[in-house]
């Protein structure tokens, strides 16, 4: 990894399939961990599939990272399950996001493009499918749907996206008032109705909150609680704040100041988990708080674009909670 014109080196720590670790150390851990996948990165992960990368040190040569390495793997398994979760001791309350943290907005992303594909032909525009998907993938590997008010309004990500999308097409500046409004009248009220439970969710809170107290910190309208409810979250968490209820929302730190207060912690007892740098990682963290990036749904491939927002820890499933805490 570069840092302004310095080469890092990484030490790593994987926890593959059958629950055990490997360790190693690379110039690049998204790449190497990209090879291990594939079955080139070495004879163990090629029999030891590498499902999540745990922990990354870096150093500032080669020679450090290699005795860092060597050291590491003397630890044994517990010594380095130890390490891993040594970064979040003394925490108390875990925070989380909700949409594409806990529940999975797929079904509403994909009922948004359609509708407003339907819409846009329904209007006149020439827009084939392929051309649409290929112009919703150009906008969300833009990260187009990185927002700034702070305002309480959920759903700016959505908006952002689809001002993208159709932005990209003949006279699209145009035609965005008109997308907005049958967006805000004919798709938004749908988003609550579409949201899904993700794999292993009760699993992880019902071990979290045996261990820590629980929160939520969301950009949801009030009816999200009625979806926690729907899905039987509302039990494992103490304290909820959601963004249309308070008046304020992510990125704004404020949000995370009332949380904080309600739930009577400091901010380096606490963790946020969530699935925006943007949104949950860079406030959690100007405050103070411990932040585990989820690797999830359209913003998956998110980079940080400031200091604020790299995670003390980014995982791909949410299961991999219980490795950390």
Avoid at 184 to 191: D, E, G, L
Avoid at 240 to 255: A, T
């Amino acid at each position: 990894m570069f840092v302004g014109d310095c080469l890092l080196y990484s030490v790593y720590v994987l926890l593959c399939e059958d629950e055990s670790y490997y360790t190693g150390h690379t110039e690049d851990v998204e790449e190497r961990f990209r090879l291990h996948q594939l079955g080139f990165g070495g004879r163990y992960t090629r029999l030891h599939r590498p499902v999540e990368v745990l922990l990354v040190e870096e150093f500032a040569t080669r020679g450090e990272a290699v005795r860092r390495e060597r050291e590491i793997k003397r630890l044994g398994r517990d010594g380095r399950r130890k390490l891993i979760r040594e970064r979040f001791s003394g925490v108390e309350w875990v925070f989380f996001d909700l949409g594409s943290t806990l529940t999975d907005e797929g079904v509403f992303e994909r009922f948004m493009f359609r509708e407003v594909f339907k819409f846009l032909v329904e209007c006149g525009v020439q827009v084939t499918r392929r051309r649409f998907k290929r112009l919703v993938r150009d906008a969300v590997a833009a990260e187009k749907y990185r927002g700034v008010s702070g305002t309480g309004i959920y759903g700016s990500s959505h908006r952002n996206l689809l001002m993208a999308v159709v932005a990209g097409l003949p006279n699209g500046e145009q035609l965005i008032p008109q997308v907005l409004y049958h967006y805000s009248a004919r798709v938004k009220s749908f988003y609550i109705k579409k949201q899904r439970l993700k794999k292993g969710v009760k699993l992880v809170l019902r071990s979290l909150k045996k261990k820590y107290n629980l929160g939520l910190v969301a950009n949801q309208p009030r009816e999200a609680r009625e979806l926690l409810c729907r899905l039987g979250l509302d039990r494992y968490f103490k304290l909820v704040v959601i963004s249309d209820e308070v008046g304020m929302g992510k990125p704004n730190p404020e949000i995370f100041e009332v949380a904080l207060k309600l739930a009577g912690c400091p901010p380096e007892k606490a963790v946020m988990v969530g699935d925006r740098l943007d949104n949950d990682v860079a406030p959690a963290k100007k405050l103070g708080i411990k932040t585990i990036c989820i690797k999830f749904g359209l913003v998956a491939g998110q980079k940080p674009s400031c200091e604020l927002e790299k995670a003390d820890c980014s995982v791909r499933r949410l299961t991999s909670l219980l490795e950390l805490l």
